[in-house]
């Protein structure tokens, strides 16, 4: 369940947040790539992830070269609240 990229807020109140920037001359694809991003266990819905890009589409082409690109990726997951029957 990818999502937009997470905002402030989620950022500043998830429980687990990861972030990475990717910088390139140039990159180019042989082929388009697939991704995906997946909540699982005890993961809130309002958990989401996604990009930032500059020089780069969302759907990349084959054979195309870009030139300085930069990926700014997060991942911020809020953990769900613990059913009653959960609690010790």
């Given at each position: 369940m990818a999502g937009e990229h997470p905002g402030p807020e989620l950022r500043a109140s998830a429980e687990i947040l990861f972030t990475a920037?990717?910088?390139a001359d140039e990159?180019?694809?042989?082929?388009?790539p697939e991704s995906s991003v997946e909540f699982s266990g005890d993961a809130d819905g309002s958990s989401t992830s996604g990009s930032v890009r500059t020089n780069l589409p969302?759907?990349?082409?084959?054979?195309?070269?870009y030139r300085d690109v930069r990926i700014d990726y997060a991942i911020?997951?809020?953990l769900a609240e613990p059913?009653?029957?959960d609690r010790p």
């Open positions: 920037t990717v910088k990159l180019r694809f042989h082929e388009v969302d759907e990349v082409e084959t054979n195309v070269t911020a997951a809020k059913d009653d029957d």
